[in-house]
């Protein structure tokens, strides 16, 4: 089946530091990507969906310029999240969409020290 | 507003019974409804997932019932075992809204030996 691939699993970053996740579909070609946050014991919040070739739309509450955005062809969505702080702490899910509904990454645990 | 309720947030259930998982929706327009298995620190993967154009679907232990007049639809894992042990997120979505998906808020099933 479809395969997104995120890296890094983990990563932990001193605050004021940026930190960039990666999302890969290895077997297709994802005109949209979709990223979510997770906090601890609830559910999946979408923060943006990416576009290949155009500017993210973002969920309502959500600083674009704190987390930035690029999906730069149709196998890559990067997030990268900018001066960091502990409150930016959480879980991060890519996801796209393919022929047979929506393929999650693994996730990434972000933790800023 | 919450478009996607879930109940209950967290249900235990003994080896060899019924796991019912149930979730209801208030936009007419979602046309998409699948339910995802999450287990810690991985992202989701998807369980199963129905259309509205049928009431009921199976795969392996896994049943999705619709209730379209209703706007709810269920998830019943026959045989529990203990590695079902998981958080499971019901979600829909419409195609007229991008596709993008609504999630429930996740209910934590613990399957005992």
């Known amino acids: 089946g479809a395969v997104v691939s995120q890296h890094p699993s983990r990563v932990i970053c001193k605050s004021g530091t940026s930190v960039k996740i990666e999302c890969r579909s290895l077997?297709?070609?994802?005109?949209?990507m979709f990223w979510y946050r997770q906090f601890p014991k609830q559910s999946l919040m979408l923060m943006a969906t990416?576009?290949?070739?155009?500017?993210?739309?973002?969920e309502q509450g959500v600083e674009k310029d704190k987390f930035l955005i690029n999906h730069a062809s149709l196998t890559l969505s990067t997030l990268t999240v900018t001066s960091a702080h502990p409150e930016d702490s959480s879980f991060y899910i890519c996801?796209?969409?393919?022929?047979?509904?929506?393929?999650f990454g693994s996730g990434t645990r972000l933790t800023v020290v | 507003q919450q478009q996607v309720k879930q109940s209950p947030q967290s249900l235990i259930v003994q080896k060899g019974g019924i796991s019912i998982i149930n979730c209801a929706y208030e936009?007419?327009?979602?046309?998409?409804f699948p339910w995802y298995q999450q287990f810690p620190g991985k992202g989701p993967a998807l369980l199963i997932a129905?259309?509205?154009?049928?009431s009921e679907k199976k795969e392996g232990r896994f049943t999705i019932s619709f209730n379209k007049s209703a706007k709810q639809f269920s998830l019943h894992i026959m045989d529990s075992q203990p590695g079902d042990s998981a958080t499971y997120f019901c979600?829909?979505?419409?195609?007229?809204?991008?596709?993008?998906?609504?999630f429930g808020g996740g209910t934590r099933l613990m399957v005992k030996p």
């Open positions: 936009n007419t327009a979602f046309d998409y």
């Open positions: 979600a829909a979505s419409s195609e007229n809204a991008g596709n993008m998906l609504t």
């Open positions: 077997d297709f070609q994802a005109t949209t």
């Open positions: 990416s576009n290949e070739g155009s500017k993210a739309t973002y």
């Open positions: 129905i259309r509205p154009d049928v």
């Open positions: 996801s796209a969409q393919e022929t047979y509904g929506y393929t």
